[in-house]
């Protein structure tokens, strides 16, 4: 995975900034995505590229049950999101409906990685490469489960 | 095990299991609302498509569906969502759909224990955030996302990551100024959003064994709020009462048995002040008084949090006989719910003090419809997020608080302690 990464470095970026409540009514895919980030950015979905990344604080994804957000997110191009820690329901939603991966890193690599840095995330190894700054971090493994659904492609296609 | 893994163990069909470990388990009962239920028809839509289908649902008794975000249909797309669900439905025999406008209906959350559809020692699911709520009856209550929700429909299982606990155990003598709210946003305020992120929240203590069903509610309500996977409180007698009074249909409670907790609070709330949650975030605690000259220019009493018979009977408490300095919207959270306050009275002093009564639904908990704020309205309601934009404009501003609080606020049109309003 290749792409420019997108950084929001505050904690508890909630799903009401992911994707706002009035919206949640909007099951449309693409319509959805226009609104991804809104509450942070609202120009997010005209710079994100496909296969982009985003980079941001603690705890992302707090809040609702929505995968709503997830979806928007996808939808624009994001292939997967850095963070130190994620919302439960926000990291099976990404895992679960196969829609992008949620990665967690150490919270001094949040400090290292600039906005618009390019990263390549070799899963393989559990790396990220920025190749801005030409620096290497680590990714945390995915649990044996989360990776089996990761690798089937979504819960739907998992084989108990 | 302490009650959670009784159940998840009892619902995966071992002896036993431990923080840590990865389960399949049975769900017993299953819920979607109208945001949630149209995202799963979408999954089914998208799954279909690449040759997965769904024939019928894993049963049809066990499932419910609430309309409430968007009822009274806010536009035409939710009036589309809305009649998408009672399709979809009929198709799969769903008989438990609570309709707007159609006897009894209300806030799932709130249904979930006004109707007993879930009951002690269930594992019970639902396409929510708050589906936590439940939790106080002494079931396993966990919400999920559409994908998740679809799968536990087509196979009636879901997987599990077995939580750690953290036990809060709130003791000591409950001042009658005191309400729930005010001390789970006193242990958010400590423990932070993430303070039980994938963990259980149990509470105990004798302050919790005293309290009223309606009260336990939101205190599970709100262990969303610190990221916890669920909250529980073990059943007792208040629990067989409370369900007893609302349906016929016997069960097992599971308790829990030299139960192990990752880590134990103790909550001595005697000297507890009346808090508020400040913007933008439910951690953001202080006390009442020490934000008295903060202006509102609205009050919401309302959502699955603070809009139950109780909390209403609290506010009402407060207004009878005032007059209102701001906007004030109250939204009881369920028909039955509406039915008991008029009843009782609490509709008239809500009236009477100037405040509007508007039927059972999110609203503008959600910032979906129904008074949500603009940017420079600053509220103070009785939900349980005030993240930014949570109820309108992404500047607009909300303070989390008690009915308690939220009245005497009303009354002055600014924030204030329950205990500054003369009676
Ligand atoms: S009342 Fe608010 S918190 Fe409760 S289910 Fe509705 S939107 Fe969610």
């Known amino acids: 995975m290749k792409g420019t990464v997108h950084k929001y470095s505050r904690d508890n970026i909630d799903t009401d900034v992911i994707l706002p409540g009035p919206y949640l009514k909007i099951h449309d895919h693409a319509e959805l995505s226009k609104h991804a980030m809104e509450g942070i950015d609202i120009d997010f979905s005209n710079k994100v590229g496909k296969g982009d990344f985003i980079l941001a604080g603690s705890n992302f994804g707090c809040g609702s049950s929505r995968e709503h957000a997830p979806i928007a997110l996808s939808h624009c191009g994001i292939g997967a999101v850095l963070a130190p820690s994620f919302a439960r329901i926000f990291y099976r939603n990404c895992v679960d409906g196969g829609y992008l991966l949620p990665l967690e890193i150490e919270k001094s690599t949040l400090e290292q990685i600039s906005d618009k840095d390019t990263l390549e995330i070799d899963l393989q190894n559990n790396q990220i490469h920025d190749m801005t700054n030409r620096k290497k971090f680590s990714i945390a493994t995915f649990p044996p489960l989360i990776k089996k659904i990761i690798d089937a492609g979504g819960l739907m296609y998992y084989k108990e | ?423």
Not at chain 2, 142 to 167: C, F, N, Q, S
Not at chain 2, 307 to 324: H, N, P, S, T, Y
Not at chain 2, 384 to 394: A, E, T, Y
């Open chain 2, 1 to 423: 095990m302490n009650i959670t893994e009784k159940i998840i163990a009892r619902a995966s069909n071992r002896n036993s299991v431990s923080p840590g470990d990865v389960v399949f388990a049975n769900v017993d009962k299953l819920m979607i609302h109208d945001v949630s239920g149209p995202g799963v028809i979408k999954v089914f839509e998208e799954w279909s498509k690449k040759g997965i289908q769904l024939d019928k649902v894993w049963n049809a008794d066990k499932i419910w569906i609430a309309e409430d975000h968007f009822v009274p249909s806010a536009d035409r797309i939710s009036a589309e969502n809305i009649s998408s669900l009672t399709k979809w439905a009929e198709k799969f025999g769903i008989k438990k759909h609570f309709k707007f406008g159609l006897g009894q209906y209300g806030i799932c959350h709130t249904l979930s224990h006004e109707e007993a559809l879930v009951l002690p020692g269930e594992f019970y699911v639902g396409g929510d955030s708050h589906t936590n709520t439940t939790g106080a009856l002494g079931a396993l209550a966990v919400g999920l996302g559409h994908t998740d929700i679809a799968y536990a429909m087509m196979h009636g299982r879901i997987w599990l990551k077995v939580p750690e606990t953290i036990l809060f155990k709130i003791i000591g003598k409950k001042p009658p100024h005191i309400m729930a709210k005010d001390i789970i946003l006193k242990i958010i305020s400590d423990i932070g959003t993430d303070g039980a992120n994938y963990k259980t929240m149990e509470f105990a203590g004798n302050v919790v064994s005293q309290m009223s069903m309606e009260e336990r509610l939101t205190l599970t309500n709100m262990t969303t709020e610190a990221g916890a996977k669920n909250g529980i409180i073990e059943p007792d007698a208040v629990t067989d009462e409370y369900i007893q009074q609302r349906t016929a249909d016997s069960y097992k409670p599971i308790l829990g048995d030299d139960p192990h907790y990752l880590e134990e609070y103790t909550y001595e709330i005697e000297k507890l002040e009346p808090l508020v949650a400040k913007p933008y975030s439910p951690q953001n605690g202080a006390a009442a008084r020490e934000l008295q000259t903060v202006e509102i220019n609205k009050a919401y009493i309302g959502s699955c949090t603070g809009a139950k018979l109780e909390d209403l009977r609290q506010a009402a408490q407060i207004l009878k006989g005032k007059k209102v300095k701001v906007r004030t919207e109250v939204l009881p959270a369920a028909q039955s719910i509406y039915i008991k306050a008029m009843k009782e009275g609490l509709i008239d002093i809500f009236m009477e003090a100037g405040a509007v009564v508007g039927p059972p639904t999110c609203g503008a908990c959600c910032g979906a419809h129904m008074g949500i704020l603009a940017k420079d309205d600053i509220c103070i309601s009785t939900t349980n997020r005030n993240f930014p934009g949570r109820m309108g404009h992404v500047e607009s501003q909300t303070y989390l608080a008690s009915p308690l609080v939220v009245a005497a606020s009303a009354i002055k049109g600014k924030i204030t302690d329950p205990r500054d309003v003369s009676n």
